[in-house]
């Protein structure tokens, strides 16, 4: 399945112009303790990449959740799955750098 192709290629997102072109616009964020924390540069790409080929979920692995090996993100319902709880994921858009 979908799901399972991007879950076996977590760890490597192939080169692209394009892909890069849309996911430098925007930052993905979770929310927890009580504030909005920027995941880790190498999940960022992962996320977008979820989001825009229609997945349901990507597993990451991010110092944020330095408890477990990976974290099941869901871009599109917007929430991240960590240890039985549920945080709270925005994707935030950014002006450009350059």
Known sequence: TFERTLQHSADHVP???????????????????????????????????????????????DSHFPQVKRVRAFPKLYYVSYLGVKYRLSRVMQPDAW
Do not use: C, Y
Request: aromatic share 12%.
């Open 15 to 61: 080169p692209s112009a394009n892909l890069h072109k849309h996911t430098g616009h925007f930052t993905w964020l979770v929310f927890m303790q009580v504030k909005w924390v920027p995941f880790d540069a190498r999940n960022q790409d992962k996320l977008e990449q979820t989001l825009i080929l229609g997945g349901t979920f990507v597993d990451i692995q």
